[in-house]
């Protein structure tokens, strides 16, 4: 991995720990899982990175933000579900977009429906260990319908980014 790379990568992890924070600060900690800020650079690593780099940082960027700031909580098992959708979301989304070469939005999607996916599939066993009283599938459903605003940020914001000059110049370094 190159020194730029390395670099990038952890920018990425910073912002996906900081960007969070500043949310909780400004409107609140359901903020957060409204707006879905920690997914917005785990894509980005993805996409300018590869599946590599972005699992990496979607693995760390919610263990490092509970070490610091107790956010995501560990009850609701939250940062359990996080740690697994999150590195899907980086890998598939880099896997596609740069690997495969398919467009940004397909890429963006894709990684979506896989990491919601991984969560699900999940869920039922972090349930069961913490004896968490919510079924599994309600808490998914309820955490996509309240991050509903974020994924449509998502699909709107990151294929517009990826098209400014800014960020294409970032991907031919």
Same mark, same amino acid.
């Given at each position: 991995?190159?020194?730029?790379?390395?670099?990038r990568? $952890?920018?990425? *992890? #910073?912002?996906?720990?900081v960007?969070?924070?500043?949310? /909780?600060?400004?409107?609140?900690?359901?903020?957060?899982?409204?707006?879905?800020?920690?997914?917005?650079? &785990?894509?980005? #690593?993805?996409?300018?990175?590869?599946?590599?780099?972005? $699992?990496?940082?979607?693995?760390?960027?919610? =263990?490092?933000? /509970?070490? =610091?700031? $107790?956010?995501?909580? %560990?009850?609701?098992?939250?940062l359990?579900?996080?740690?697994?959708? =999150?590195? *899907?979301?980086g890998?598939?989304?880099?896997?596609?977009?740069l690997?495969?070469?398919?467009?940004?939005?397909?890429? !963006?999607? +894709?990684?979506?429906?896989?990491?919601?996916?991984g969560?699900?599939? %999940?869920?039922?066993? &972090?349930?069961?260990?913490?004896d968490?009283? %919510?079924?599994?599938?309600v808490? &998914?459903? $309820?955490? !996509?319908?309240?991050? +509903?605003?974020?994924i449509? +940020?998502? +699909?709107?914001i990151?294929?517009?980014l990826?098209?400014?000059?800014?960020?294409?110049?970032?991907?031919?370094?």
């Open positions: 991995m190159s020194t730029k790379n390395l670099t990568g $952890g920018l990425l *992890l #910073a912002l996906a720990v960007l969070p924070q500043f949310l /909780h600060l400004t409107g609140g900690p359901q903020l957060g899982s409204i707006v879905l800020p920690m997914h917005f650079p &785990v894509y980005i #690593a993805g996409f300018l990175l590869g599946p590599a780099i972005g $699992g990496i940082i979607g693995f760390l960027a919610p =263990l490092i933000s /509970h070490m =610091l700031t $107790g956010m995501p909580p %560990v009850s609701p098992p939250v359990f579900l996080m740690i697994v959708e =999150l590195p *899907l979301f890998i598939i989304s880099g896997y596609l977009f690997k495969r070469e398919w467009n940004i939005f397909s890429s !963006l999607l +894709l990684a979506m429906i896989g990491g919601r996916i969560m699900a599939f %999940v869920a039922p066993f &972090v349930f069961h260990i913490q968490f009283p %919510v079924a599994p599938l808490y &998914v459903q $309820g955490a !996509l319908i309240t991050g +509903l605003p974020g449509i +940020l998502q +699909l709107i990151l294929p517009l990826f098209k400014t000059r800014f960020m294409e110049g970032l991907r031919r370094e």
